[in-house]
């Protein structure tokens, strides 16, 4: 028989009065009929966007539609664009006008179906086209159908903000067919249930426990949804659509939509135009808002609002309005339904690309809500789930609102509280008794209420169990606050289907897996496996087993030996009789089988053995509650250790209140000794069942408190503030975890005597491995106090203050900061009650408060500790942004490693010369240190292993203490060897430090190793050596660098250059600019870039970056890519790189689904610091969110490609794409179309012109498309004629863009000048027309020699209208200062104009390039362009000398010494430049010899076609001596290019080994500096060298 396909009934749901609201499943047919008969018509719009036309059921319904039309009725429709970006007055407009044109009148009936954007959008169309038409809503998300389609709320967005205009409007009907719903995206899906959650939350309490119930099936379900294939009959194209089997969930689907839809019908209704109820609905809203401002459009509006939930949840629990449980139960639900409950949360984080979230910002958001009253915020206050505090919004302070937000807490003195003050706190159940409440109700027989149980982890998995095993019912009562246990004598226990799955609940799980051996058998199974995370599976449970399985009950290891998994087996019986345990592990064993023992065979007699059972209060406390479920136990009085449990089963109390937790009271009980105020605890007292409750009578009233226990409360009244006496000696072994509170009340205990005011503790040794060591972390804090403390074997001394007033606020040199909290719940709430000691006895109410850091981890126990505190206590609390990133430090240091001869040293000097930063030797601080020797010699006395632990404590210290302070730290080969350093490392690199590896090939480091005598041993294991570090180095590392072997001195300075280059980019110093303007990059297609050096420079001529298509390679290993970004980085002068991957459909050659590889290449790419990647839009969003949150510095490219032409620039794929863009927030967007008819590239400007909110790449493939290349701005893909081939179809050079956009008038052909006289010589017109020729520019220039500045003003200035630009020369550098309108900075301290550069409408720019020449001369020869680190030297006094000075001063020049044949010519060349250039003039050779600096430039300004003057040249040949010390060759630039080596060069070379530049170069760099100014265009800088010094 066919099963009948799922059903739900058809629901009509009233609002404002009226039946219209129908919600069924597969309804179309009604949905059509209800349109056709109650909303007659002679026209019918179907609007709805691109997206929703691809869902089968669109068809269905809208083809069902057509066939169903009566007579003289029609039916149009029309399609928008799909995303938030399109919900604009345009896209309304383009409605309207179609409707226009269409004839549609006043009759007409608009049906919106979609999302809540069509929804908003189509209704305000109806609202206002001829005055209001008929609107019918189907809405087709989940969001759109519970709430935007509801309400008459229509919308559309302006650029200043969102729904700014729009009208209320209410439709006809709202036809809710939840079909729909199987083709909605999993995360549109999941979004919309945070509105189904909050409806729920603030309205209807059983709809809240009925969608708890149903989490788990209906996430299942949706994450499992399959994409697939469809056909579309309407239209030629097959679409991928999502499919979630929502059937299987059917009737909880159905009625959360149900549900949802009455609340907000039902709120509606009576409050239609919001002003006071329907604000309720805005729950989570005011919160969320904010942060969707700056989240979006990476996080979705429900993401926010969920966030916003449980942060106004959390502000109405910190108001004293919500339970902690309420809170809980809240947040446990958004989580199960796959919402994220925090802006924290690591997938959510990196779903929103790291967006940081700051404290003011969102506050600012805050302050534009509408709910606002006035400039105060407003937030809905829930009072219960389901139920709001009040009928409208609350006022909130932004104290409140910052305390919430943040998890850095202040604590105010706590001077304003009243020392009459009197309290009752509650604090939560406690662990251990609600835990064992749980295992023996659900044992009892009959009804048990347990009330105050502590929600945790343990106790979660525990009631989950007991449901599982059907031991008990279980039902909750008083909203979640009471949980019934129905048990039924332990008979009904029944093996599952399912594994226990414990978490890491130790409790839970020691107590479960004797109750297993209880579990009755099912025909078909005899076995429960109980299982735990990867943590529990190491924790130990071996005695407990081994007593089991002694007495009877089989079990077996699933995994591990000794831990869980465990399979227990149902069929055999526990016996009973004598069983024996070792106990000194874990009293949970021994609580275990006693609770269990009732239920055995035989009467059980326990035997602990091994000695003194560890915890006996525990064991007593498991007796007791035994007793108080009916079953007593008797020790034995013949035997130690031994008790009697009599057979029998558990009587269920009918209400079983679980005591607080003792350790939690200490605190409101420390606050009232603090205080000297009173705290009841009501319900722990001197019957208590817990060792801390002890801790009020052996230790606050031993130090002055008033102390009243009865049997079942404790009040404690401290004495008037600053009179706590210190306790002389307390064992607080019975009490272990209230010692930290102990310290905090201790700190301010003094005697009066001045006798050091000393408390000492013992008895606490555990306390040292709990959450941390929390001996030596209250000894820490408190010294940021300033009390002193002294660490014991066993516990600890606390030396109390003199005064409350001698409490100092916890600072550095820098200010106050935070007291850290370790994430231990009892550190944060000691350090809570100290907090607000300081200055507690002054009268100043705005104090400066104390800072407690990781406010959250109270959670663990207690989570409405603070809200207690403050609200109950009366403390007063505030938030604060988190230090740290207040003071942001972008020093990070750099660690280099790599391996032995890789040349860590030299780019160490070098990454320290870049940087500006200190550079460190971690071994030659390792030998300091050891102060006998060498490293050798370490290792010769003490050993590798011990050398790498000291290397590694070194290196530890090191990082932590100078990590954040600006040094390179060079270190030793082997540091990878050890795991504490490579945990270090990796450490250091996860924090945002850069962890250099220093890569060179293997074989060319053992061909360098074998050349050099000193290292020989070495060289046969180093690549054995290499092959174990290799991964490790990988590991360890953030970035890399490939050095590869330099065969000259120019190649090692280019690598230099390159170096600087990438490590500044790595660390931020050099930002990644994205062009403006027009520009293009060359696509590299080779297979092997290292056999095309001699062209790839000319290939990327004109060029701002190069793209290198890695596709193309042919190898993909990190050896051989590595290379290759080497090899461009060094032929093109560290051109930009963009890398990029293509796959085969996208265009390329690589594999579409290799994506292991694809992955291994971004990470390298990232690690290399290459300038931008190409990310393909189609790819895994699990690789593109694993770059984007890699990204660093690096920019990205969006691309996205379109080969087979199947859309048009007006399709929405394209806008979806552009959306999927901004969502991934991108740098840069590229779309590739392909042209099949010329007006394909009118369309793409179109789109070009309407996409502007990000730099976007759009041009079309193929020659039809040619055209788009030409007109595209930003980064246009170009090829080369040196190339094989063009990287895709119709590719162009650089240059024949530039000449078809000349012809098409893109570019005006301008007329340059050189001005001066003499200048027939001059070199700039072969320089300049060169470059203009080589990058096909229309421009030219031309010689205009003249000596009359007004010539040239009346010829040029004035008379050509195309005039570009005049280089200028003797006589008129300073002639022409006064017709220039501007002056840069160069021209103004130099004193002269060599450049003059058109600013439009007559007015003209001076600028002087003569400096550029000099300092890119220097640059390209390898000397370091900032941060030089030695002083500079300029030969003569002429006006290149006054360029070289203030060349030198740019690149970082300390000093600048000054030699000339005339000393007074000097002197007044010094008075003429500022103070801070620090020039110094060497008049004798006396002044050169007692230059003390290091010179390690220098440039000859005087002519070199005369004889020079020995004089000058004996104090020049002193100062080339001064080079010790240089991190690079001393080198020299010489002006005059005449001879081609000049007798000044000769010197330095021949004589000082300097290196030597000879003048041309310099004559060049000027020309091309002036060249990319005017022309903004990279010049071809070698081809115009080589035509420059022709001949
Ligand atoms: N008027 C109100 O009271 C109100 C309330 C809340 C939100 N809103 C507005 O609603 C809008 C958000 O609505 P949304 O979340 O529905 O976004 P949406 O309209 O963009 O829909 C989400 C996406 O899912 C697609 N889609 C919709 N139904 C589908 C289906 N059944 N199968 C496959 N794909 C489907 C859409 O095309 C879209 O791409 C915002 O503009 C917001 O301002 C209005």
């Not at 047919?29 to 059921?57: A, E, F, G, L, R």
Request: hydrophobic share 40%; with cysteine; charged share 20%.
């Amino acid at each position: 028989m066919a099963s009948s396909a799922p059903s739900v009934p058809l629901e009509k749901v009233p609002i404002l009065g009226k039946p219209i609201i129908h919600v069924g499943y597969d309804i179309h047919t009604h949905i059509v009929q209800t349109i056709i008969n109650d909303c007659k018509s002679s026209t019918y719009v179907v609007v709805n966007d691109s997206n929703v036309s691809k869902v089968p059921y669109w068809e269905q319904l809208v083809t069902e539609f057509e066939a169903s039309l009566p007579e003289g009725s029609r039916l149009l429709r029309f399609v928008t664009k799909p995303g938030e970006a399109n919900k604009t007055r345009a896209t309304k407009e383009s409605i309207e006008d179609f409707m226009l044109r269409q004839g549609c009148t006043r009759d007409t009936v608009v049906v919106a179906i979609g999302g809540g954007i069509i929804g908003d959008m189509i209704g305000f169309v109806a609202s206002t086209f001829m005055r209001g038409v008929r609107v019918v809503q189907i809405p087709t998300s989940l969001l759109a159908m519970v709430d935007s389609s509801i309400g008459g709320k229509t919308a559309v967005d302006t650029p200043i903000g969102k729904n700014f205009i729009g009208a209320f409007w209410q439709p006809q009907f709202v036809l809710v067919d939840i079909k729909w719903l199987k083709t909605l995206a999993q995360r549109e899906f999941i979004n919309g249930m945070a509105e189904v959650i909050k409806t729920a939350a603030i309205w209807n309490a059983d709809e809240f426990t009925r969608l708890e119930v149903n989490a788990n099936s209906f996430l299942d379900i949706v994450n499992n949804a399959q994409m697939v294939e469809y056909k579309s009959t309407l239209t030629p194209e097959t679409y991928t659509i999502s499919n979630t089997d929502i059937e299987t969930i059917l009737d909880h689907v159905y009625k959360l939509v149900l549900e949802s839809i009455r609340v907000k019908a039902d709120v509606v209704s009576s409050d239609e135009r919001e002003s006071s109820l329907r604000n309720l609905l805005n729950f989570g809203h005011t919160i969320g808002h904010a942060y969707e401002a700056i989240l979006t459009p990476q996080a979705l509006h429900g993401e926010c609002v969920s966030i916003g939930m449980v942060k106004e949840a959390e502000l109405s629990r910190y108001l004293g309005i919500l339970s902690t449980t309420q809170v809980a139960r809240l947040s446990k639900i958004l989580v199960a339904y796959g919402l994220p409950v925090s802006p924290t949360e690591k997938w959510f984080k990196e779903l929103t690309l790291q967006k940081t979230t700051p404290l003011d910002v969102l506050l600012d958001k805050m302050s534009i809500d509408k709910k606002n009253d006035g400039s105060k915020k407003k937030c809905v206050i829930l009072e219960s789930i389901g139920k709001c505090y009040g009928t409208s919004a609350h006022i909130v302070s932004d104290q409140d609102l910052r305390f919430i937000l943040t998890d850095e807490t202040l604590v105010y003195p706590f001077n304003e509280i009243p020392a009459d003050q009197n309290k009752v706190i509650v604090p939560p159940g406690s662990k251990s008794i609600s835990n064992r409440a749980l295992v023996m109700a659900a044992l009892g027989e009959g009804t048990c209420k347990i009330k105050n149980l502590l929600h945790s982890d343990d106790t979660k998995h525990m009631l989950a169990a007991v449901d599982l095993l059907k031991g008990a019912n279980i039902t909750w009562e008083d909203n979640g606050e009471t949980v019934v246990l129905e048990g039924r004598g332990g008979e009904t226990l029944t093996v599952c289907d399912e594994e226990l799955y414990l978490g890491n609940a130790g409790t839970a799980s020691r107590f479960l897996t004797s109750v297993a051996a209880l579990v009755n058998s099912r025909p078909d199974k005899d076995y429960i496996i109980l299982t735990g995370n990867a943590r529990m599976q190491q924790r130990p449970i071996g005695p407990l087993v081994d007593s089991l399985r002694a007495n009877g009950t089989k079990i077996d290891y699933v995994k591990n030996e000794g831990s869980l998994p465990l399979k227990v087996y149902t069929n055999s019986v526990f016996k009973g009789g004598r069983i024996e345990l070792a106990a000194t592990v874990s009293s949970q064993y021994v609580s275990s089988i006693l609770m269990c023992a009732p239920y055995a065979q035989e009467p059980v007699t326990l035997a602990l053995v091994g000695g003194k059972p560890i915890s006996q209060l525990y064991v007593d406390m498991t007796i007791r509650m035994m007793d108080s479920f009916g079953i007593k136990v008797t020790a034995s009085e013949t035997e130690a250790y031994t008790y009697h449990i009599p057979k029998g089963h558990y009587v269920n109390p009918p209400e079983y209140v679980i005591e607080s937790d003792a350790s939690s009271a200490t605190y409101p009980l420390a606050f009232a000794a603090l205080t000297g105020t009173t705290v009841t605890v009501p319900n722990i007292g001197s019957s208590s069942l817990q060792g801390d409750a002890r801790f009020a009578r052996d230790v606050l009233k031993p130090m002055g408190c008033t102390v009243d226990q009865t049997a079942t409360s404790t009040t404690v009244t401290g004495p008037a503030r600053g009179q706590l006496k210190p306790l002389k000696h307390v064992d607080m072994e019975p009490m272990t975890d209230a010692f930290l509170t102990a310290c905090v009340v201790a700190a301010v205990a003094n005697d009066g005597q001045g006798t050091g005011n000393t408390t000492t503790i013992e008895g606490i040794a555990n306390q040292r491995v709990k959450e941390c060591n929390r001996i030596e972390a209250m000894a820490t804090q408190l010294a940021k106090f300033g009390v002193k403390t002294q660490e014991l074997p066993d516990g600890i001394q606390v030396f109390g203050l003199d005064s409350i007033d001698d409490l100092r606020i916890p600072s550095d040199s820098s200010g106050p900061i935070g007291v850290d909290t370790y994430d231990d719940h009892r550190v944060a709430m000691s350090f809570s009650l100290l907090a607000g000691m300081v200055n507690s006895q002054s009268s100043n109410k705005d104090a400066t408060p104390v800072r407690i850091l990781e406010r959250h981890c109270t959670g663990k126990t207690w989570p409405g500790w603070w809200d207690v505190l403050h609200t109950d206590l009366g403390a007063k609390l505030d938030g604060a942004e988190p230090l740290a990133s207040s003071k942001a430090n972008s020093n990070k240091s750099v660690v280099i490693i790599g391996m032995r001869a890789a040349g860590k040293t030299t780019i160490s000097k070098w990454c320290a010369a870049a940087l500006g930063y200190k550079l460190v030797d971690l071994d030659d601080l390792f030998e300091q240190q050891y102060g006998k020797g060498t490293i050798k010699d370490f290792v010769a006395e003490y050993g590798w292993e011990k050398f790498r632990v000291e290397e590694a404590r070194i290196f530890s210290e090191v990082i932590e203490k100078y990590g954040d302070a600006g040094y390179v730290f060079s270190t030793g080969g082997g540091i990878v060897e050890s795991d504490e350093s490579r945990a270090s490392l990796k450490k250091f690199a996860s924090e945002g430090g850069i962890v250099l590896h220093l890569h060179r090939d293997i074989e060319e480091t053992i061909i360098f190793l074998q050349s050099d005598p000193t290292r020989p041993a070495y060289v046969e294991e180093i690549r054995d050596v290499w092959l174990k570090r290799e991964k490790w180095y990988n590991e360890c590392s953030n970035f890399t660098f490939f050095a590869p072997h330099c065969g000259t001195e120019a190649q090692f300075q280019k690598l230099r250059n390159v170096f600087g280059n990438f490590v500044s980019m790595i660390t931020g110093k050099r930002t990644i600019e994205i062009p403006t303007k027009r520009s293009s990059f060359v696509c590299v297609n080779f297979d092997d870039l290292t056999e095309h050096v001699d062209s790839l420079n000319a290939i990327t001529y004109g060029c701002d970056a190069v793209e290198v298509r890695i596709d193309q390679l042919a190898k993909f290993d990190d050896d051989f890519v590595s290379r290759q970004l080497s090899t461009l980085r060094t032929l093109t002068d560290g051109l930009p790189i963009i890398f990029t991957v293509r796959t085969k459909k996208q265009g390329g050659k690589f594999d579409d689904n290799d994506f292991v590889t694809l992955k291994k290449l971004f990470s390298l790419a990232l690690k290399s610091g290459v300038e931008f990647i190409d990310l393909e839009l189609t790819l895994p969003t699990e690789i593109q969110y694993s770059v984007l949150n890699n990204k660093g510095f690096t920019k990205i490219i969006g691309s996205h490609h379109d080969f087979d032409a199947a859309f048009n620039w007006d399709d929405g794929e394209w806008e979806n794409r552009f959306n999927q863009a901004l969502s991934l927030d991108v740098d840069i967007v590229k779309f590739v179309g392909t042209a099949t008819s010329f007006e394909d590239n009118l369309a793409l400007e179109r789109f070009r012109f309407s996409h502007t909110s990000k730099p976007l790449i759009a041009i079309n493939m193929g020659q039809l498309g040619q055209v788009s290349r030409v007109l595209n701005t930003v980064l246009t893909p170009v090829t080369s004629n040196l190339l094989p081939n063009a990287a895709a179809p119709g590719q162009l050079t650089l240059r024949e863009i530039n000449e078809i956009y000349t012809s098409m008038g893109g570019i005006i052909p301008k007329e340059f000048y050189i001005i001066g006289k003499p200048i027939g010589h001059s070199r700039s017109p072969i320089l300049h027309n060169t470059g203009y020729e080589i990058l096909g520019l229309p421009h030219k220039l031309d010689k205009f020699e003249t000596d009359s500045i007004d010539e040239v003003k009346k010829q040029l200035l004035d008379g050509k209208k195309n005039l570009g630009g005049l280089c200028v020369t003797i006589p008129l550098k300073l002639d022409i200062i006064p017709l220039m309108d501007q002056l840069s900075d160069s021209a103004t301290v130099i004193g002269a104009v060599n450049t003059v550069t058109p600013l439009g409408n007559g007015k003209f720019n001076g600028d002087n390039t003569d400096w550029l020449g000099i300092k890119n001369s220097l640059v390209s020869n390898g000397i370091p362009s900032s941060n030089i680190g030695v002083a500079g030297l300029v030969i003569g006094a002429g006006g290149t000398s006054r360029a070289a000075v203030y060349a030198l001063h740019n690149m970082g020049c300390s000093t600048i010494f000054l030699i000339n044949r005339t000393n007074s010519k000097l002197h007044d060349l010094k008075k003429t430049f500022p103070e801070d250039f620090n020039l110094v003039v060497i008049e004798s050779n006396e002044d050169a010899d007692k230059i003390q600096e290091t010179i390690g430039v220098a440039v000859s300004c005087v002519p070199a076609d005369k004889p020079l003057d020995d004089a000058l040249m004996s104090k020049l040949e002193r100062c080339l001596t001064k080079t010790s010390n240089t991190k690079f060759v001393p080198t020299l630039l010489e002006a005059a290019y005449k001879p081609a080596f000049t007798p000044i060069m000769r010197l330095a070379k021949d004589k000082y080994q300097w290196q030597t530049i000879p003048g041309a170069q310099m004559l060049v760099h000027q020309g091309v500096a002036q060249f990319e100014k005017w022309t903004g265009l990279r010049a071809p800088f070698q081809a115009i060298f080589d035509e420059v010094t022709k001949d």
